[in-house]
Structures are given as C-alpha cells and as structure tokens.
C-alpha cells in the first residue's frame, strides 16, 4: 500500500475568454436541470420514507425475555431509561415480592441505541420508525404497559411507502417500496 | 426601516441604520455595527465591525453563545456515555469528532481495535467529511446569494447521509466507535451503493465546478478576497482546510497517521493562494481525495470476510447470542462491561483531522469509572482569530464572503 502524499496546487487560471465560457457554461447547467429537474422531495402525508431494518427509531420492550438487570439503564446517556419497582406475586410460590422492570422517557431519549445492544437478552428492539405524536409531554413517559407495544404509527395507515436509493446518474432516487425488501 | 431600535429606545439622528443589525456612532465617521449572534450571515456568533463608510477597520470576533459546558458534563458521565455527548458539538462530523476521543480512552486501556473495525471508522469519517464540506458548500452559497448552490449541496449531502444511516442506524449522531471497535459490521450490498455514490459525486463535482467555483460572477466576488498569507496562517495557529489552502502542508492524516490511513493511497492538495477561491478549491480537492479512499476502503471490505470488530477484551466475554446476532445481523452488541469500565490511571492525547481541522482531545483518568479531566480544543475554536486580523481591510459586502470561506461552525467552536 502506498501512504499518502502531499501535492501543491494552484487555482486553474483564467482564460482570455473566461467571462464567455464561464457564463455560458453555468447557464448551460442551469438549463440542462429545468428541463430535466432532479427532485425528491417527499411528499410526507401521501407519502412516507420506509426506512431500513436497523434504523435506531423507536424502541419497545419484550418483557418475556427481560431478566430485569438493570444493563440498559446504567447505560443510558440521557438517563432516560428508567428501572421501575412493581410489586407481584410469584407464581410458584405464591408470595409478594418486588421486581424491577425498565420503563422509558423519550423526552429524553437521543436514540443511541446502546440500551439494545447491550441487553443481554435482545429483549429490547428497534422499530424502524420516528415519526410519532404524542399528545402532551407526560404521555411520553411511558409504563410499562406502553413500553411493551410499538408507538401507534399514523403516517403508515395513511400513506405510501416509498424508499430512497442511490443513482448513479441522479444521487438520491425516490422508489416505490416493495414489499419484503429489508 | 421601522423597528430599528438604537440604545437610546428609539431611532437615532446619528445612527446608522442596518437591518438586521444593531449599530452605534462611535467616532467621527466611525459606526460600530453588531452582526449577529442572530443574523443569518454569522450564526451562533456575534461579529463586532468597526466601520468607517463601507470599510471595515476593526473586527472582534465574540463567540460563546453556544457554549454548553461539554467538557464539565463530561465528568460527570460514566467513559462511554461521552461519545454521545462530545458528537453533539458537530453533528453533521458525528465520527470524526467523537473518534479522538475513543482513541484516547483506548490507549489508556491499552487496546487497539482490529482491523477491520479500523477500516469501517475510516468508511464513516470520509462519508462524515464529505458531507460537511458539502454543508459548507451550502451555507457559502447562500452567503454569497447564491440560492442554487445552496439547494445542491444539500441534496448530494442527503446521498451520504443517507449512506451513513444505513451503516450505522441514525442520520447523523451515529455514535458509530466505541472503545475497541465499532458497532456495525457493512450491511450487504452496502459497497455497491457507496460505489454508485462515488461516481455520482465526481460528475456533481464537475457540475459545481461550472455553475459556482468558476462562473465569473462568484469567481469576481471570491478572488484576492481574505487572503491569508502563509506565515500569518502559522502564526494564528489556524488549522484544517484553510491552513492548506494558504500553502501549509499540515494534516493529522499525513503528519501523524490514526487508524488505516498510512495504508491508503491519497493526495492531500495545498493550494498556494489562501484566498477565498482557494480555499473553495481546496474543499473541491479534498472531497475528490475522500472519494478515492471511499473506493479503497469499499475494495477492502470486499475482499476480506466478516471478522470481529471488536477488540477481543470485550468480544470474549459476550454470550453465544451475542455472536449469533453478529453473524446474521452484523450488529456488535456491547457487553455490559461497557457501562461500569474502569480505565487506568493515566493521561492520554489523541487528535484526528476533522472537516473543518486538527481536534485534540486530551483525557485524564484517575483510574474511576468517569473521566477525571476531559479538554478539548476543536478546530472551529482555532479558526475564530482570523476574523480579527482578515477583515479589516475589507468592506462589509466581504464579510459573509469570508465568513462562508472560513466555514466556522459555532457550536464546535463553544463546546
């Protein structure tokens, strides 16, 4: 493998007719792209982007799975995910004891995404989404009912899904989501 | 006019009026005019111009209005929970910024990351440069009222953006390294998309070379404009792109190679001129240079199986599922050991070439579970001091040109 090295380089020079061709170069490109516009906008309500398997949106418990060790919220940046103490009865037993379960407050979560990859059971994943509303500031502090369903995802009821690839000729190209695609 | 408030509560005889700015007669023929912190040409910053007609004669830089005491927070938070942090001070350059930092840590817990996982940060901190040059390029194009260069760039940038949330999960706080590694393996086919980005981007910048770099009207408005002669650019300590586009040969990735760049075949262009146009120039050069490791980095990735990509201290230690989820998923799940890592006693300095310059971190660790002492000096604090001595000289008209060319960002700057 060779290193790098350095090269000294000058701005290109200016020709005799720089003022002409310029211009007349940069009103070519300007013509070039109104007739042929290179847009991608989304158009968000009628459409929505159906983002990737693996984008670190929205994140929902498996309580089956939890073991309860607290890994996710000793992690936690932001402090937002919480070990909460609920009191239940033990099946096989038949006595009271207290259990602690994480709970999470996304007014303050940044979505790092470390609580899922350090849980040691995958009892905790990702939903590829972020788009979603809440009412008021206290319903983003979820329970532990709440934490255990994904977040009510309204733009997916109402719009279409549509993803964005790279082009080689036109960079970013909106395409209509198949299904299955991961 | 309306709304123009002077300091007296009301329009004054001898004051002069600017919208958008607040100003004051300080002298015969001399105004003081206040841009910013909330102009659109300066952003998070405020610059104090003394103004005799049109030209400036005095220039203050007075920054700090972003300011959020990252490095105290930092001593507060558990080792891992600053890569999080310290990437908010330059969102858009979340790899490049956090990775000193993960560096630092790492010789003080004496581990290197394998291989693989030294190529694959290397993938994401020229993905993260290019697409801060290219927001650069944006917000210049609009200072100069150039509206088109300000659409385009930051729709190519949406291309790599759009590459780096795939790899890593997230637009732009990827907190992509962590020590020893990092947490996601290539996604397949992922090479062939970076492969087709590449070469969209060399034709684009063909196209920005002739609607914006040479069209005459922004070459008149850009040449012989703010220059920074060689031995002022040394002097004033300034660093990254501009310090190269003044003639200095000065880059952390040549000077002092991290990661897998003395293996890499790549240019680093100094242009001589360190004007304005230059320095346009030297960003154009260096994105073409990004590419070219783009390209090396792809092939690498090719050619060599899915190996670990975490350093072995770490990886041993985690269960089956742990490397179940590895092999199918390519996600490196973190060991609880991460959350309550105890780092030897010691001092550590670690720097990288970030898009705006050389960042250093410096950490101090006093052998506890949180860092004694985290500095941080970034590029954008190095770069701030040119405003001082380049302006003057200059008329008001320049000030966003050279503002734009210098491409400061503030909240790296305030930490």
């Known amino acids: 493998m060779v290193p790098p090295k350095p090269v000294p380089k000058t701005k290109p020079r200016r020709g005799i007719f720089h003022a002409f061709k310029g211009n007349l170069e940069a009103l070519m490109i300007g013509v070039k792209y109104f007739i042929d516009p290179k847009r991608f906008t989304l158009i968000y309500p009628k459409e929505y982007n159906k983002l990737r398997e693996g984008y670190r949106g929205f994140i929902v418990l498996i309580k089956q799975k939890c073991i309860n060790c607290a890994s996710c919220a000793r992690i936690c940046p932001a402090a937002a995910m919480k070990m909460i103490r609920i009191p239940e009865v033990d099946e096989k037993t038949g006595k009271q004891k207290v259990k602690n379960w994480p709970v999470i407050d996304y007014r303050r979560c940044i979505f790092c995404g470390y609580c899922v990859d350090v849980c040691p059971t995958e009892a905790l994943y990702h939903v590829p989404y972020h788009d979603v509303v809440y009412q008021n500031m206290a319903e983003m502090y979820l329970d532990l009912e709440s934490f255990q369903k994904p977040p009510e995802y309204k733009a997916a009821e109402e719009g279409i899904p549509v993803r964005y690839i790279v082009d080689e000729e036109r960079g970013l190209v909106k395409v209509p989501y198949k299904e299955g695609e991961k | ?118 190529y694959l940060r290397v993938l994401l901190c020229e993905i993260n440069r290019i697409a801060a040059y290219l927001y650069g390029f944006g917000i210049f194009g609009v200072f100069v009222g150039h509206s088109t260069m300000y659409m385009w760039p930051f729709g190519d940038r949406e291309v790599w953006i759009e590459l780096a949330d795939w790899l890593t999960g997230a637009r732009l706080t990827h907190s992509y390294p962590v020590f020893g590694g990092v947490r996601r393996d290539v996604p397949a086919d992922f090479t062939n998309q970076l492969r087709k980005a590449i070469r969209y981007m060399r034709k ?73 146009l230059a320095r346009v120039w030297q960003r154009v050069e260096e994105i073409k240079q990004s590419l ?82 985290v500095r941080i000096v970034s590029a954008s604090a190095r770069n701030a001091i040119v405003f001082k001595y380049i302006l003057p000289g200059h008329r008001v008209m320049d000030l966003p040109t050279i503002y734009g060319s210098i491409d400061y960002f503030p909240p790296e700057a305030d930490r």
């Open chain 2, 1 to 118: 006019m309306s709304g123009f408030v002077s300091t007296r509560g009301q329009v004054g005889f001898n004051d002069l009026k600017i919208p958008g700015a607040w100003s004051r007669k300080i002298g015969k023929d001399l105004y003081e005019v206040f841009i910013g912190p909330q102009h659109p040409g300066s952003g998070h910053m405020r610059i104090i111009i003394r103004i005799d007609g049109d030209v400036i004669v005095e220039a203050d830089p007075d920054m700090g209005y972003v300011h959020r005491t990252m490095e105290k927070l930092g001593e507060g938070r558990e080792w891992i929970k600053g890569i999080p942090l310290y990437e908010r001070m330059a969102i858009h350059d979340a790899c490049n910024v956090t990775l000193p930092y993960v560096r630092a840590v790492e010789q003080l817990l004496g581990i290197e990351a394998p291989l693989r996982a030294k």
């Open chain 2, 204 to 276: 684009r910048l063909e196209e920005y070379r002739k609607i914006y770099v040479d069209n005459p009207v922004i070459r008149a408005r850009l040449e012989d404009v703010g220059v920074i002669p060689k031995n002022l650019a040394i002097e004033l300590g300034i660093t990254g792109p501009n310090l190269r586009a003044s003639g200095v040969l000065y880059d952390v990735r040549y000077n002092d190679p991290y990661e897998v760049y003395d293996e890499l075949d790549f240019e680093i262009p100094v242009f001589q001129e360190g004007d304005a």
């Open chain 2, 292 to 373: 070219r490791i783009l390209e090396q980095v792809a092939d690498w990735l090719d050619k060599h199986p899915r190996e670990p990509i975490l350093h072995d201290r770490f990886w041993k230690t985690a269960p089956p599922l742990h490397k179940k989820i590895f092999e199918t998923e390519g996600r490196a799940k973190l060991v609880p050991l991460y959350a309550l890592l105890k780092v030897p006693k010691g001092k550590a300095y670690a720097k990288a070439e970030t898009a705006r310059g050389e960042i250093t971190y410096y950490v101090e660790s006093d052998g506890g579970q949180k860092p004694y002492r």
